[in-house]
């Protein structure tokens, strides 16, 4: 199986929460755009300052995430992408999921790979499913 793995799915796994999609450590192969990396380490960064992390708890947490980060095909995020997710959807999504969706759709249709989105977000679960896409998690 070949996942698109939103930053939802990889936090859940990262901060040890109920729900983690714990099948994703057997995938095939892992896909996400280059936010991933920007939104899961300035949401540890934030749970640091807001002292739901300890600095030490942090600090792992970031390591950890790093070692997911070099598990995945990250997607640059480039003019096509910018300009499918600037194009309307079929449901409601804000600017980081409708980025996430276009890299999804854009690299599946590149590679002509069916792929699979890794998502604890209903918004962005529902947009994938109007695409035919199955969706982990949500």
Do not use: N
């Amino acid at each position: 199986m070949i996942a698109y793995l939103d930053t939802s799915a990889l936090l859940r796994l990262v901060l040890r929460e109920p729900g983690a999609l714990e099948e994703l450590r057997a995938c095939e192969a892992l896909v996400s755009s280059e936010l991933l990396a920007v939104e899961s380490l300035r949401t540890i960064d934030r749970l640091r300052l807001q002292s739901a992390l300890s600095p030490e708890e942090a600090a792992i947490r970031r390591r950890i995430v790093t070692d997911w980060l070099e598990a995945v095909d990250l997607v640059l995020l480039q003019r096509p992408i910018m300009a499918r997710a600037s194009e309307p959807f079929p449901v409601a999504l804000g600017t980081l999921d409708a980025l996430h969706l276009a890299t999804a759709l854009i690299w599946s249709d590149r590679t002509r790979q069916k792929l699979v989105m890794a998502t604890h977000d209903g918004g962005l679960a529902l947009a994938a499913r109007s695409y035919g896409i199955e969706v982990l998690g949500a």
